[in-house]
């Protein structure tokens, strides 16, 4: 072969090597820090720590279920394309109107209902805002976020509302196989979406919105109603996290709103585990418990909590900046 031909399929070769070491590194990174916590961390791999990791991980991973939904139905881009930023917000919400009704004596399954309602109610408000209003959804969720933020300090007059029922007990106490019970709403509420987004006609043409609007809109679908039920669903993962976090902290916190960054993070991190990169309710999960894993190490080695937030946002700058040269060299290809 002549060697002008052996240097002409160099740059496709080099391309596809750089797509597979990018993708598999980020594996191979993650499986370093876990070893090295393994080892100096006590008690890292047992039984036990793992467990309560799982546990502790379902606020931030069912939250960032619901952004992984509205990336996918509004597509990938960070200005115009899909986001809520009212996400950790509409859990404060949430978990003070169950808190309040709660206190009130309305009865459980009221109560829960209510609550969902309440998600779903700020969802609907995110869609309406990006769907009829057609405003930026950087902007329409940044606006709903405080919007939302100052009704949690009217409902509880900036205060924390305790709480305790049957529901946030078996909650925060129940076990199962040796697993706790936010473990399991955790897995169970990712199995579901991925059943829907992953292995269904609606997340196939979710994904076709998000990412060929025009091509979908084409083809027929009404595109401005999937983009309305991704924020539907977004909202009501706000209102099961909400439980989730009530019962384990015993009601309402203020401050909800600092759980944003680690779920912007744990989305765009799950980018990185799909072939197409692009945002996975599977690749979410394990973003959500690597993330876990990596908060649990450095507690076990009384590292300093913000550190946490440092490397959350390096993690973010890199998944971006990784996500950007895979499509740069496949664009290529």
């Not at 546990?55 to 279920?65: D, M, P, R």
């Not at 405080?146 to 305790?162: D, F, H, K, R």
């Not at 876990?292 to 450095?298: D, M, R, T």
Request: net charge neutral; charged share 5%; hydrophobic share 55%.
């Amino acid at each position: 072969m002549p060697s002008s031909d052996v240097l002409g399929q160099v740059p496709g070769f080099s391309r596809q090597l750089s797509v597979l070491l990018l993708r598999r590194g980020s594996l191979l990174a993650f499986a370093g820090i876990l070893a090295v916590f393994a080892v100096t961390a006590p008690h890292f791999l047992s039984a036990g720590n793992i467990a309560n990791v799982f546990a502790q991980s379902a606020i931030l991973g069912i939250l960032a279920f619901g952004l992984t939904c509205v990336v996918i139905g509004g597509g990938s881009h960070v200005v115009s394309g899909g986001l809520d930023l009212s996400l950790a917000a509409n859990l404060g919400v949430c978990a003070a109107v169950y808190s309040s009704l709660n206190n009130a004596g309305v009865n459980a399954p009221q109560a829960i209902g209510l609550t969902l309602m309440c998600g779903l109610a700020v969802g609907a408000l995110n869609g309406f805002t990006v769907v009829v209003l057609r405003l930026p959804p950087l902007l329409a969720t940044l606006a709903s976020m405080n919007l939302i933020a100052g009704l949690e300090l009217v409902l509880t007059q900036n205060s924390v509302l305790p709480t305790d029922s049957a529901v946030l007990d078996a909650l925060v106490d129940g076990v199962w196989l040796h697993v706790p019970a936010l473990a399991w709403v955790l897995l169970g509420t990712g199995l579901l979406l991925g059943l829907l987004i992953q292995h269904s006609p609606y997340g196939l043409r979710l994904y076709a919105v998000g990412e060929y609007p025009e091509a979908a809109r084409a083809a027929g679908l009404n595109v401005k109603a999937y983009v309305f039920s991704s924020y539907l669903l977004a909202g009501l993962c706000a209102a099961v996290a909400a439980f989730c976090s009530a019962a384990y902290f015993s009601g309402s916190t203020t401050g909800s709103g600092d759980l944003l960054l680690s779920v912007v993070a744990i989305t765009f991190l799950g980018v990185v585990f799909s072939r197409r990169l692009v945002a996975n309710i599977p690749g979410t999960l394990l973003a959500a418990l690597l993330l876990g894993f990596l908060i649990n190490g450095f507690q076990l080695l009384n590292i300093a909590s913000f550190w946490v937030n440092g490397v959350q946002g390096v993690l973010i700058l890199l998944v971006v900046a990784l996500s950007s040269a895979l499509r740069q060299e496949e664009g290529g290809q």
